[in-house]
């Protein structure tokens, strides 16, 4: 059975940072395009990130570009997003996603149970 | 900026009826040399992760009951639910994957009996 299961998420101060990780099973997570989308309490959904499945090229909202960084463990077939100087507006449950195949050109089939990160003094 | 515009914000209907959503995009999403519309619709319940329903405006996805429909091309899209039942209670959301890097989801509308 395929799955994902974010953990690293919790209670940061301002300025902080945090490293959320991503645990794929029943799949080669470098194989597919994957992504991490936030949502805010009560909010909608916000693409953060995403790694391409066919060239590895990373990609990133303006809202987040220069303080957050996504990669990936081939041998741990485990996706991480890195956030740097976290503030107040980025707290959010923050999800993990597999796309559909391996290009970005498409849709997010699989999505984690998410984790809570909360940026507060 | 592709802009996603759902409507309406919210909606109540009636157990059996129809459930019909709309989802406007501030440009085509239909790539002339598939015929492709970058399309997908998602059904997030009440404290869990979205749940892919339709991609390519109008494929579903696996295992989704067929009372889930999406049509539209271009800009205009719709997503129909022919016969409500109570576990479709949740929020719905479009998203365009046509211009990456910057998916783009709609603001959601949140579905009721």
């Known amino acids: 059975e395929v799955h994902l299961l974010e953990s690293g998420g919790g209670l940061v101060q301002p300025g902080g940072s945090l490293r959320l990780s991503c645990a794929a099973s029943?799949?080669?997570?470098?194989?597919?395009?994957m992504s991490w989308v936030r949502q805010a309490p009560g909010k909608g959904l916000e693409w953060v990130s995403s790694?391409?499945?066919?060239?590895?090229?990373?990609y990133y909202a303006d809202s987040v570009k220069g303080r957050l960084t996504i990669s990936r463990d081939h041998s741990k077939n485990t996706l991480y997003l890195q956030l740097n100087t976290l503030r107040a507006d980025d707290t959010a449950v923050y999800y993990c996603?597999?796309?559909?195949?391996?290009?970005?050109?498409?849709?997010?089939?699989?999505w984690g149970q998410g984790t809570l990160v909360t940026v507060s003094s | 900026d592709v802009v996603m515009t759902q409507s309406p914000d919210s909606l109540a209907v009636s157990l059996g009826e129809r459930a019909t959503i709309n989802c406007k995009s501030s440009?085509?999403?239909?790539?002339?040399?598939?015929?492709?519309?970058?399309l997908a619709w998602y059904q997030q319940k009440p404290g869990q992760p979205p749940k892919l329903l339709i991609y390519?405006?109008?494929t579903r996805g696996s295992g989704v009951p067929d009372r889930f429909s999406g049509s539209g091309s271009e800009t205009d899209f719709t997503l129909t639910i022919s016969s409500l039942q109570a576990e479709d209670v949740a929020v719905y959301y479009c998203?365009?994957?046509?211009?990456?890097?910057?998916?783009?989801f709609g603001q959601g509308t949140k579905l009721e009996i």
């Open positions: 029943g799949f080669t997570s470098s194989s597919y395009t």
């Open positions: 790694i391409s499945g066919t060239n590895n090229a990373t």
């Open positions: 998203q365009q994957y046509y211009t990456i890097p910057l998916y783009t």
């Open positions: 390519w405006a109008s």
């Open positions: 996603a597999k796309g559909r195949l391996s290009s970005p050109y498409d849709a997010f089939a699989l």
């Open positions: 440009q085509s999403l239909l790539y002339n040399s598939n015929n492709k519309n970058y």
